[in-house]
């Protein structure tokens, strides 16, 4: 049962899971169309509102910068998936900026390690799942977002965690291009990987915002 204060406080944040659930069970229905488009970018449009609603101040506006960017890239990798990566990677430079605003004061050695580890790793695989350069650029951008995320202030158990899901989700997708086949596992695990990761970004970062600056 929904407690009545997610209802009530955090509207969008609800709609924001009904839809990203929504578009889960509903992807291959053929007469979707522009529809199932829609639904699927509403899944992360709707965290980007209720990012703004519940965050004010520059760090705010920058997240819910990175996650329209990412909602909108949602939808357009429907119609065309090189233009949908451009706009993702464009969504991991605004999330950088934001991680990099917020880098967290004496991290431990093994963090910077894992950092670094995921800043080199990350492209690495990528292009061992794809064979095509431009996925490993891509995958690059993609990396220091995850590295930086972890890297932040932000709740590392959330914003860290979040990142990295978002990258194995696209790693499965990637794996979909090369000559690794993993069968079944990228239809049933690249959107909840996803959803679940930017949901994890978008509610960690929200719950460190809030409180700092007065909201609207």
Do not use: C
């Not at 329209?68 to 357009?76: I, R, T």
């Not at 061992?128 to 590392?156: D, H, Q």
Request: hydrophobic share 55%; charged share 15%.
């Amino acid at each position: 049962m929904v407690k009545p204060a997610l209802i009530e406080h955090r509207p969008w944040l609800l709609a924001s899971v009904v839809a990203g659930i929504a578009f889960y069970f509903l992807r291959d229905n053929p007469i979707g169309g522009i529809w199932l488009m829609l639904l699927k970018g509403a899944g992360v449009g709707l965290l980007a509102m209720y990012a703004w609603r519940r965050t004010s101040g520059t760090d705010g506006t920058i997240l819910v910068g990175a996650l329209a960017l990412s909602a909108l890239a949602d939808m357009v990798l429907e119609i065309d998936f090189e233009i949908g990566g451009a706009i993702f990677a464009a969504a991991h430079a605004v999330a950088i900026a934001l991680y990099w605003r917020n880098r967290r004061d004496h991290p431990a050695p093994s963090q910077r390690l894992l950092a670094i580890g995921l800043a080199i790793g990350v492209p690495a695989i990528a292009y061992f799942l794809s064979g095509r350069v431009e996925i490993g650029i891509y995958s690059a951008i993609l990396g220091l977002m995850a590295a930086a995320a972890w890297m932040s202030r932000f709740p590392r158990y959330r914003v860290g965690i979040g990142a990295v899901l978002f990258v194995v989700s696209d790693w499965l997708i990637f794996s979909r291009i090369g000559p690794v086949n993993l069968g079944d596992l990228p239809d049933l695990l690249i959107w909840p990987l996803y959803y679940a990761g930017q949901l994890m970004i978008a509610t960690g970062v929200v719950q460190t915002l809030r409180g700092e600056t007065p909201v609207r």
